[in-house]
């Protein structure tokens, strides 16, 4: 097996891992400490982005069919077939899980332009639009709390965007290179990591979040 893209996996408890792994049709495992596949826990076209519910008894992951992009959710207790969640004709990826596992935040587009959307885990009610606007953006990260979700908004380069729970996005930060992978700090959400190819490769850096504030001020 294979991996089939850079960060199609997700870390669980125990020190176990849930990665996409095969060209097609791929399968998502879960493989120990020494790379062991333990159990297969889905199969079929493309899968990929698999995230880790926070109670860990959940994942999210997408699945490519006839050219169609969805989310599907896998329970790793009943161990019950996956259930679709996503049923537009758009492509669907990226999702992640907010802190209390109650919703799942995504990607939703076409090539270029993708808006962020919310919607029940569960699959229950209707889909919530977080954003809009003509460029692609992709969900990152909730604070531990809920109130910030870190996004990338890629216009002419890839840029470090923040929504705040019920306000209007801003930019975060902003440069002439690409940055992205942001990731709050946990508990208390101080900080915000993040990739950028600043120096010529990818590397890992770090700003002080204040919220509301770009990280040009926050000091």
Not at 7 to 27: D, F, I, K, N
Not at 61 to 67: A, K, L, Y
Not at 75 to 81: A, K
Not at 126 to 147: C, F, I, N, Y
Request: hydrophobic share 35%; no cysteine.
């Amino acid at each position: 097996d294979r991996v089939i893209n850079p960060a199609e996996y997700s870390a669980g408890p125990g020190g176990l891992l849930v990665l996409a792994t095969g060209g097609r049709p791929s399968r998502l495992v879960w493989r120990d400490g020494s790379g062991n596949v333990i159990e297969e826990l889905a199969s079929g076209d493309d899968l990929g982005t698999p995230r880790i519910s926070p109670d860990g008894h959940r994942v999210a992951f997408v699945r490519i069919d006839r050219e169609n992009m969805d989310i599907y959710v896998a329970d790793l207790v009943q161990r019950s077939e996956p259930r679709r969640l996503t049923f537009d004709s758009a492509m669907d990826r990226y999702p992640i899980w907010s802190p209390d596992g109650a919703t799942i935040t995504f990607s939703s587009g076409e090539v270029r332009s993708f808006d962020l959307l919310r919607k029940a885990a569960d699959g229950t009610g209707g889909v919530e639009r977080l954003t809009s606007e003509p460029s692609a953006q992709h969900a990152m990260d909730w604070s531990a709390d809920g109130k910030h979700l870190s996004f990338t908004r890629n216009v002419q380069g890839t840029d470090l965007m923040v929504l705040p729970a019920g306000g209007q996005p801003y930019i975060f930060l902003q440069t002439n290179v690409s940055e992205g992978h942001s990731q709050f700090s946990p508990i208390t959400a101080r900080w915000l990591a993040y990739s950028s190819d600043d120096s010529g490769r990818r590397e890992i850096y770090v700003k002080a979040f204040v919220p509301g504030k770009p990280a040009a001020d926050a000091r």
